[in-house]
């Protein structure tokens, strides 16, 4: 079986190929703006549903293949917090969540595509996160020592996250962007669970 990551994320491939899993990687082309007074788990259930079409039309003509995408947002007080566009944004994002608990919302899709029709199978997993009281110097500190512009809400849990994250409540994969326990049970549900190795202490 082709198991095809659909994302560009380098973290994600990074994770399932520590699995032991030989990847096609195609990365989604679609608009991920967000529609007006659009709530954050509805946002992205559609955009990974637009995602999962879209690399469902790239691979009609393999055979047998399992599609695997994702989406990863962070939201506080109704609000998405996306990639900043410059050090100015990521900084203004770092301030609103210092001392606050946010949410990471992350969709996740499997499709398997044997003889018959596409079986789908899509959830997802929150985890909260809770940051230290961070002071401008603590901020900038961070942002100097971290790559933060291609991370939502401007920050990456992997690293330097001591330097601002207090405490995790759920899967720390899921904050990473891909959540190791939720893929895996998926697969259980897909009968798939023998392409991985067996796994211990998937967070």
Request: negative net charge; contains cysteine.
């Amino acid at each position: 079986m082709r198991i095809i990551l659909g994302s560009g994320s380098s973290r994600r491939r990074e994770i399932l190929e520590s699995l032991g899993l030989s990847l096609t990687v195609i990365t989604p082309d679609v608009d991920e703006s967000r529609h007006v007074d659009e709530p954050p788990e509805s946002y992205v259930l559609r955009i990974l549903s637009e995602k999962n079409f879209f690399i469902a039309e790239k691979t009609h003509y393999y055979g047998s293949r399992l599609l695997i995408t994702a989406d990863t947002i962070v939201t506080i007080d109704g609000l998405i917090l996306g990639k900043p566009v410059s050090r100015d944004d990521a900084f203004s994002m770092l301030t609103g969540l210092s001392g606050r608990t946010h949410c990471v919302i992350t969709g996740l899709s499997l499709t398997v595509v044997n003889n018959g029709a596409p079986e789908i199978h899509t959830a997802l997993e929150h985890t909260m996160v809770t940051f230290k009281k961070l002071d401008d110097r603590a901020i900038g500190r961070y942002l100097d020592a971290t790559e933060y512009m291609d991370k939502a809400g401007a920050y990456a849990i992997q690293q330097n996250g001591d330097m601002i994250v207090q405490t995790v409540a759920g899967s720390i994969t899921n904050v990473i962007g891909f959540p190791l326990r939720l893929f895996y049970s998926m697969l259980i549900k897909s009968g798939l669970e023998h392409i991985l190795t067996p796994l211990c202490g998937l967070k």
